[in-house]
């Protein structure tokens, strides 16, 4: 079994800053805890917009505070982001993430992460093996 605190990990190799400033990932299981998947609470600063492309993963994300939107590149579609919603990046989607308000989510990964990844300039997370 697998019990992890949020206050555990804060400051450690699992809290993660991007380079670009935008976010804070706070990494609760990765590939080395062998359960498939990657577990995030993850907080995107107001104010920020995040080019993603997710080519190499798949991810769900679930708003727990704060507020903003996403926007699908290839559409233009924008879809509002509040507590209580959830969305799948189930095709790949590239997308702008915007935060209106610092936004709390929590985010799965499919492969999991390796808790070192990084946005690289595709808005991609590259595939790591350990």
């Known amino acids: 079994m697998i019990v992890r605190s949020l ?10 800053r991007g380079e670009c400033g935008n976010w804070t990932s706070r990494r609760l299981l990765l590939k080395e805890d062998g359960m498939g998947f990657s577990l995030h609470d993850t907080i995107i600063r107001a104010g920020t917009v995040t080019p993603i492309w997710y080519k190499n993963h798949l991810e769900a994300v679930y708003c727990i505070e704060g507020s903003g939107e996403i926007e699908l590149v290839e559409s233009g579609e ?4 509040e507590p209580g919603v ?4 189930n095709d790949h989607d590239r997308h702008l993430l915007r935060a209106w308000q610092d936004m709390r989510l929590i985010c799965v990964f499919n492969p999991a992460l390796t808790g070192r990844e990084d946005h690289d300039k595709d808005g991609a997370y590259p595939l790591m093996e350990d």
């Not at 206050?7 to 993660?16: A, L, M, Q, W």
């Not at 924008?78 to 982001?81: G, L, R, S, V, Y």
Request: glycine fraction near 0%; charge should be positive.
């Open 7 to 16: 206050s555990e990990i804060k400051n450690t190799k699992r809290d993660v």
């Open 86 to 89: 959830m969305y799948a990046l």
């Open 78 to 81: 924008k879809i509002p982001i």
